[in-house]
Every structure is written in structure tokens, then in C-alpha cells.
């Protein structure tokens, strides 16, 4: 059973464009966590959100965590090829050791 | 610099032998773990050590033993490789709610 669904999987855009990635699940998290992972890299960790409802936002990432703490959202503004990358939600049940979504490879062209 | 180093960066090996992976981390975090990313990028947990105590084992086979020398180092021995074993293998440290990865060790097992 997969704890965090991420969705879409694979996501291919044009500099310039909108997205939305999701994370989803039927447990409550006290916590979300997004990753990005470049190509040979490890992940590196861009936001934490622990309210519900609550939006963070770094530059052009707009991190949303749902009102009951089972979801969370980002959304990329205008995206760069830089911004190419695999990424990931990330929570840990109580208790338990962090789990991760099985990512969502992000690809920008320019 | 680096807060989280692997060596090696790629380990290529014949099924039936045995092999090590080093893990140092220099941030002073007591918490490390190993992690297992297959081939369609899904991140798994295997193992947690705190203060050089195992504190989480995720079913892994026993053909993998991770030993903790020191706060500092945790390293992942395989005995008698398998197929399956090949994966990118992470080590990770953290903070509370934060954590540091490695840059990976891709294994091959031909």
C-alpha cells in the first residue's frame, strides 16, 4: 500500500509554463516534507510544512499543505529548465521513519 | 565541505560477492540512515541508527548489515549480491524533521 501518492508521475513543459504537482494520502501527517533530486545526486530538502492549510512559498515554489494534513500541493510559476528534477513528498507517520512518494520527474525545456 | 559523503560513487560487482559501502557525515547529527532507491526512483528506508544504536530495520534481507563505528560513520556491508541488489543506495543524517543525504551509490550487480 502506498502511504503518499504523488501525482502526475512524469510531468514534460516548456520554460515558461505553470504546474501543480500533488501528494496525497488517507493517513494524517504532522508534517510534509519536498525534495528535489537531481540527476546523481541525493535529494535536497526545499520545504517542511506542519500547519493545515498553511502556504509557503520559495521564489517560484508555492508549497500548500492541506487543511486536514493529508495532502499536500506544489505549484512551480514560470518554469525554468532549471527546475528540472525529480521530486518528492515526504512524511513520517507517527512515530515511524520518514516515507517517501514515489516522486515526480519534472522535465523543462526551453 | 561535504555534509554527507559515499564512497564509492559506483560499485559494479559479480552476483555471490560481497561488498562495503562507507557513509561519513561531518554536521554532528546523531541519527544516520541507508536508503534504497530502485529503478523507477522509489526511495525506501532500510536502515536508522541513533548515537551508533540501530534503531530501525525495514525488512531487509540479512545479507545486509550496517555497522555504526562511530556517531559519525555508518557503513553498509552486502554479503552474496544479489540482482535485485542493484539500486542506488543513499546514506542520510539528520536534525529533527530535516534530513541531509549522501550524493548515492549506484551498485551494479552483473
Known amino acids: 500500500t502506498q502511504l503518499l501518492k504523488q501525482s502526475p508521475q512524469f510531468l514534460s513543459i516548456q520554460e515558461g509554463e505553470n504546474l501543480t504537482v500533488y501528494c496525497n494520502s488517507s493517513s494524517v501527517f504532522s508534517s510534509l516534507q519536498w525534495y528535489r533530486q537531481e540527476p546523481g545526486e541525493g535529494p535536497v530538502l526545499l520545504v517542511t510544512?506542519?500547519?493545515?492549510?498553511e502556504v509557503k512559498k520559495l521564489k517560484r515554489l508555492t508549497f500548500q499543505f492541506g487543511d486536514a494534513r493529508k495532502d499536500s500541493s506544489l505549484h512551480i510559476t514560470a518554469a525554468q529548465p532549471g527546475d528540472t528534477g525529480l521530486y518528492l513528498c515526504?512524511?513520517?507517520?507517527?512515530?515511524?521513519?520518514?516515507?517517501f512518494g514515489k516522486g515526480t520527474t519534472l522535465s523543462v525545456s526551453s | 565541505d561535504t555534509a554527507v559523503s559515499q564512497t564509492p560513487k559506483y560499485l559494479v560487482t559479480q552476483m555471490g560477492n560481497d561488498k562495503s559501502i562507507k557513509c561519513e557525515q561531518n554536521?554532528?547529527?546523531?541519527?544516520m540512515y541507508w536508503y534504497k532507491q530502485d529503478s523507477k526512483k522509489f526511495l525506501k528506508i532500510m536502515f536508522s541508527y541513533n548515537n551508533k544504536e540501530l534503531i530501525i530495520n525495514e525488512t531487509v534481507p540479512n545479507r545486509f548489515s550496517p555497522k555504526s563505528p562511530d556517531k559519525a560513520h555508518l557503513n553498509l556491508h552486502i554479503n552474496s549480491l544479489e540482482l535485485g541488489d542493484s539500486a542506488v543506495y543513499f546514506c542520510?543524517?539528520?536534525?529533527?524533521?530535516?534530513?541531509?543525504f549522501g550524493p548515492g551509490t549506484r551498485l551494479t550487480v552483473l
Open positions: 510544512v506542519v500547519t493545515g492549510g
Open positions: 554536521l554532528g547529527h546523531d541519527t
Open positions: 515526504a512524511g513520517a507517520p507517527a512515530g515511524t521513519a520518514l516515507i
Open positions: 542520510a543524517s539528520s536534525l529533527p524533521g530535516v534530513q541531509f
